[in-house]
């Protein structure tokens, strides 16, 4: 169920959203009975901490929030989801401590906060809610709450619940809401359709590889976004050790985050061209299974050497890629779950992405700031281009050495685009620690940012 806010009603209770630094000013102005049950309580607005206040008859007339100080919102995200989580079951009104951006990125993170993936096992989230603050945009913190908790229901399915048949489902189920339209193209037809990289990485497996195009809208800017949709991978014939398996369910990450952006995309109208696509494979092991040394002719032409069968994810978004550019769209972004180089350079927390617009930069790190989704632009380093250029082939999937993995990935992607506006996010679509609003397994990274900023990136 989608995260909304709540209705007001005569049993929503006013919330203070108290600054660590500034709590004793807040306390002395207010009655004594007040300031005397806080101090009794040891509240003193550290991050996280709640306190219900009673009124003289007894009942709850009012609560309080901890925002902490200025070095913990440094450290620490969606700090009032924190709170959220501690608050007794009822509805809350933010009265004050709050305004501007922040107000409505805490807003989105207590929308988060109760949400659970709930499909296997009966859980639940926070049961404080929240009614829409005063001055926010409430129609649009819903729709981000909704496109992420999509994003998160895809990621977090098992891959025996979400192969690439689920996956084209979910992309026909979201079509079906707002009229767009799908196609999907399957199994051998890849071939007959020059897609022969999709092919060869998803033929090995039971379960056949698709390329889902989603599309809608027929006026304005064309947007095409491009999604990693490996349902599985089990490395092919490089097979991965078992601890490197476990969480290989998240890696069509970059799938369910292009899905979820889409949906937010859609139910906000935006004026735009949508296209999605997305290579929906398995990456498994059979007689069928592409080898180490194989050499594939991609739909562009170019010819990959495979040097390493578990380096897949470059070689269905390149097909893709290469799909999408012909059609030469005014803005083109793949999001993948690629490296786990990126992960070694920014960690868990951050989506690198790499673009050679530096306006299109600029956007995406101005929005990424304002929408507390963190994200890190890297370089296409053109030196390093020389390492993916093997001796019998245009290009090789896995270059030996072990340097600058995220980045020769993404220069291996750029082969397969001229679009000159195009952006690829290399993320890790998981949070590995539970933290306020983001419990443990799959999430969204980078989307909100990229929405935000589409408005300046397609003007004019």
Not at 111 to 116: N, S
Not at 170 to 176: D, F, K, P, Q, V
Not at 218 to 223: N, Q, V
């Amino acid at each position: 169920m989608s995260p909304t806010f709540a209705p007001r009603d005569d049993r929503t209770l006013p919330l203070h959203v108290i600054d660590k630094d500034n709590c004793q000013k807040w306390l002395k102005k207010q009655p004594a009975r007040l300031r005397s049950w806080a101090e009794a309580n040891g509240f003193d607005g550290s991050a996280g901490k709640v306190l219900v206040v009673p009124g003289a008859d007894g009942r709850t007339v009012m609560a309080l929030a901890g925002y902490g100080s200025a070095i913990d919102r440094a450290r620490k995200r969606f700090i009032l989801a924190e709170a959220a989580a501690r608050l007794p079951e009822g509805s809350y009104d933010i009265a004050s401590g709050l305004s501007g951006p922040a107000l409505e990125v805490e807003s989105f993170g207590w929308l988060m906060a109760g949400h659970v993936f709930d499909r296997y096992k009966d859980s639940s989230g926070a049961t404080a809610r929240l009614v829409a603050p005063e001055g926010v945009d409430a129609a649009r913190i819903e729709t981000l709450a909704a496109a992420e908790a999509l994003t998160r229901d895809l990621i977090n399915t098992p891959a025996a619940d979400m192969g690439p048949e689920e996956l084209a489902a979910a992309a026909r189920e979201l079509a079906g809401k707002f009229d767009a339209t799908v196609e999907v193209i399957e199994g051998d037809d890849l071939l007959a359709r020059n897609l022969p990289m999709i092919h060869a990485v998803g033929r090995a497996a039971a379960r056949h590889p698709r390329l889902i195009d989603l599309r809608r809208g027929s006026a304005g800017p064309r947007l095409t976004l491009v999604g990693k949709g490996v349902c599985f991978d089990t490395g092919g014939l490089n097979l991965k050790p078992g601890n490197s398996m476990a969480l290989m369910k998240k890696d069509m990450g970059g799938a369910a985050t292009v899905l979820g952006l889409a949906q937010a995309i859609m139910a906000l109208d935006l004026p735009v061209r949508l296209r999605v696509l997305i290579p929906a494979v398995e990456n498994a092991v059979s007689g069928a299974a592409m080898r180490p040394g194989d050499i594939l002719t991609s739909r562009k032409g170019l010819t990959v050497e495979v040097n390493n069968t578990d380096a897949e994810g470059r070689l269905v978004l390149a097909d893709a890629l290469a799909l999408a550019d012909e059609e030469a769209p005014d803005l083109l972004i793949s999001m993948a779950t690629l490296t786990g180089a990126a992960r070694v350079a920014v960690g868990p927390d951050i989506a690198p992405f790499y673009t050679d617009d530096d306006r299109l930069a600029r956007a995406l790190s101005e929005a990424a700031a304002r929408v507390a989704d963190p994200v890190w632009r890297m370089p296409f380093h053109a030196p390093y281009e020389a390492m993916i250029e093997p001796a019998d082939a245009d290009l090789d999937n896995a270059p030996s050495g072990g340097f600058a993995g995220s980045i020769t990935a993404a220069l291996f992607l750029r082969r397969f685009v001229s679009t000159p506006r195009y952006a690829h996010f290399d993320i890790y679509a998981w949070q590995p620690k539970p933290a306020p609003a983001r419990p443990r397994g799959g999430v969204g990274q980078g989307a909100r940012a990229i929405l935000d900023a589409l408005p300046r990136l397609l003007e004019g």
